[in-house]
């Protein structure tokens, strides 16, 4: 017992040659931890041996458009709770959250009240407001990317060679946007690999609520990633990627005015959901001010 008692000090020292003292850092306190896990649960062989294979068939079930660890990391909740810890904001802020693994760079451009995505994909949704800084002030020209999953549930990465259900548009003078889209549902994570069999293992659902991503740059300001979710959902309280915030959560009108529905642009005469939701971005000294407040309550 006296190595197994000393392994953790013996794993630390064959470390002390890293110049990487971040490395350092970081490695000890996994293997502090991980060691620790190990004996708080007496981890048998057997154990251990399915844990490695659980990690192989992640990686190798992981694709271009499809990352296993991120889905993983998601379910576990460390998504979550790394992006609170480097992206906090001012509470004047519009509240952060996940990024998702489906975000592209290069997303086409579309026009202010142009829509995102093509006929037939689902319900029509109509979403405007203005990106504004915590004195209220409209920002022009800011990046507004957007994009969502089709009326089945999943995103255009997930078919072959297509781009929909997503867009960039830029706001006008007084911080404005608008854009058509159409009403997102909720969809599971994969269903055949090994992290939705642990999340079903443990007694839990695989589903996200429904949402709509939203990622706001402009200069001089921090970046905002964030989604809006919708209220009613039935999965808002139980969110298998733990993404959603109450802040977040907006209320769609149904406009019954067809004629509405004709003037904002819809191809068909049909009943839409709208939704008004301004963005709130701080500055880079804002948002240091607001993390540093957040670790001293710590």
């Known amino acids: 017992m006296e ?14 040659n890293c110049k990487n003292d971040r490395l350092k850092f970081i490695i000890d ?18 154990e251990w041996t399915v844990a490695i294979s659980f990690l192989t068939e992640s990686g190798h079930i992981s694709a271009e458009t499809r990352q296993e660890f991120s889905i993983l990391s998601g379910v576990l909740g460390v998504t979550t709770l790394v992006d609170g810890i480097n992206n906090g904001k001012p509470s004047e802020a519009t509240e952060p959250t996940i990024l998702g693994p489906f975000f592209k760079e290069d997303a086409r451009e579309v026009q202010l009240g142009e829509s995102i995505a093509s006929e037939g994909k689902g319900d029509y949704m109509y979403v405007e407001g203005r990106v504004l800084n915590l004195e209220g002030k409209p920002i022009p020209n800011a990046i507004l ?9 999943l995103y255009d990465v997930q078919y072959e060679n297509l781009e929909d259900c997503r867009g960039r548009l830029r706001t006008a003078e007084d911080g404005s946007f608008a854009f058509r889209a159409i009403v997102p549902v909720p969809y599971s994570i994969p269903e055949d690999g090994p992290a939705a069999r642990l999340v079903l293992a443990l007694g839990r659902h695989i589903f996200r609520p429904a949402h709509l991503h ?9 970046p905002l990633t964030t989604q ?25 009108e149904i406009i019954e005015d067809l004629a509405m529905s004709r003037l904002r642009g819809f191809k068909e005469a049909r009943p839409h959901a709208y939704i008004k939701r301004d963005f709130v971005l701080s500055t880079p000294a804002q948002g240091i001010r607001a993390r540093k407040l957040l670790n001293t309550e710590k």
């Open 214 to 222: 939203v990622l706001v740059t402009a200069p001089g300001y921090e």
């Open 29 to 46: 306190k996994l293997v502090d931890h991980l060691h620790a896990f190990v004996r708080e649960t007496s981890l048998t062989t057997e």
């Open 145 to 153: 990317d957007t994009w969502e999953a089709d009326g089945h549930g």
């Open 3 to 16: 190595y197994e008692s000393s392994i953790t000090e013996n794993v630390k020292a064959m470390n002390l």
């Open 228 to 252: 809006l979710y919708f209220k009613g959902d039935p999965y808002l309280t139980s969110d298998v990627a733990f993404g959603v915030k109450s802040s977040l959560i907006v209320t769609p």
